[in-house]
């Protein structure tokens, strides 16, 4: 008998299970990725404001379409794509720039202003536990969504660059620019924090 | 490749945490690191702002999975759902219809029914003036006082 992966199996049976519509599977499923999913969502949004409403339907799109979910990849990649997708409406419907606009740095600088949330509504400052927490969080919260969100699944979720290109849709050597180009910008951010001082 | 050592150092710092580097160039990283301070701190800052981003932690609603959860409940359900508008149109259409048809069967048929009285009406009338007018012409012959005596 052929040696699988646990974590093959495990999304094997979650693929099996959301097919099915079984709710305690999901109930589990929701209880389990809920908090990486309000962090994901958080990241990309950069506020609140929406958050649960978009976690919702999320999860309920995970009801209706856990048919096509065939336990072939992680399923938090999955979760995200469907978050992704939803965000992406929601920021379009409130015509805001898309995420996935072109990654031209003077052009990323400004959309990073659309985003960027006030110190006092940024998700990231109320996160920061520290000092240099404060310093890195005001750094995140100035990035372009397309950095924060290629960070977050990459040093927070663990995926891989293949698993993030399937889930943002873009080739892997756009992910590893984006993930590059991210740290390169909050280091410079968080020295010219320090500078500052 | 990088040309400049020290960029290729800062380049595979970054590149060995977003995707991993080979053995080859990781001795060399090593190598170079141990011998240049810049590089160093460069891959220090970059750990700690890795680290950094690991140990932010927001805050999830835990009422939040709660309503979620009741959300999936009830779009679980079966539904019984009320018929879309165009199918209340097509019944009540429909049932339109059942009810007008009769009535107006019977509308016609006491249409037709009338019309063919009237018909006949017109037509005893016609016959009538008919006689009126052709009896008396015969009956003259017959009744004339000592006529045909």
Not at chain 1, 64 to 72: C, N, T, V
Not at chain 1, 148 to 163: G, K, P, T
Not at chain 2, 36 to 59: P, W
Request: aromatic share 6%; hydrophobic share 45%.
């Amino acid at each position: 008998m052929p040696f699988t992966e646990p974590a093959e199996t495990e999304a094997r049976r979650i693929a099996r299970g959301l097919g099915r519509k079984d709710m305690a599977l999901i109930n589990q499923l929701v209880e389990r990725y809920q908090y990486r999913l309000v962090r994901y969502l958080l990241y990309v949004m950069a506020s609140r404001e929406r958050v649960e409403d978009l976690v919702q339907e999320t999860w309920l799109r995970v009801l209706d379409r856990g048919g096509q979910y065939d336990g072939r990849s992680r399923f938090e990649a999955w979760l995200f794509s469907i978050a992704r997708n939803l965000a992406i409406d929601d920021l379009r419907k409130r015509q805001v720039a898309s995420l996935d606009a072109p990654a031209a740095d003077g052009e990323n600088e400004a959309w990073a202003g659309e985003w960027t949330a006030s110190d006092r509504s940024s998700p990231f400052l109320a996160a920061a536990r520290s000092e240099d927490a404060v310093r890195l969080a005001s750094a995140l919260s100035a990035l372009a969504p397309i950095y924060r969100e290629a960070l977050l699944l990459r040093f927070q979720e663990d995926l891989s660059l293949q698993e993030i290109s399937g889930v943002v849709g873009a080739p892997v050597a756009t992910i590893s620019s984006r993930i590059h180009r991210g740290l390169g910008l909050l280091r410079s951010r968080w020295e010219g924090g320090s500078n500052a001082v | 490749m990088q040309s400049d050592p020290h960029a290729r150092a800062q380049f595979l710092i970054d590149e060995a945490l977003a995707a991993g580097i080979a053995l080859d160039d990781e001795r060399w990283l090593d190598g170079h690191i141990e011998g240049c301070a810049e590089c160093s701190g460069y891959a220090e800052l970059t750990a700690q702002i890795v680290r950094g981003l690991n140990a932010l932690s927001f805050e999830a609603d835990p009422a939040m999975t709660a309503r979620v959860q009741d959300s999936l409940a009830l779009r679980a359900q079966p539904r019984y759902r009320t018929a879309p508008a165009w199918r209340w149109a097509a019944i009540a259409a429909a049932l339109l219809i059942a009810l007008a048809t009769p009535i107006y069967r019977n509308a016609t048929a006491r249409r037709r029914a009338a019309e063919m009285e009237r018909e006949d009406t017109l037509l005893l009338e016609r016959v009538k003036a008919r006689v009126a007018q052709t009896l008396p012409e015969a009956m003259e012959r017959l009744v004339r006082p000592g006529g045909d005596r």
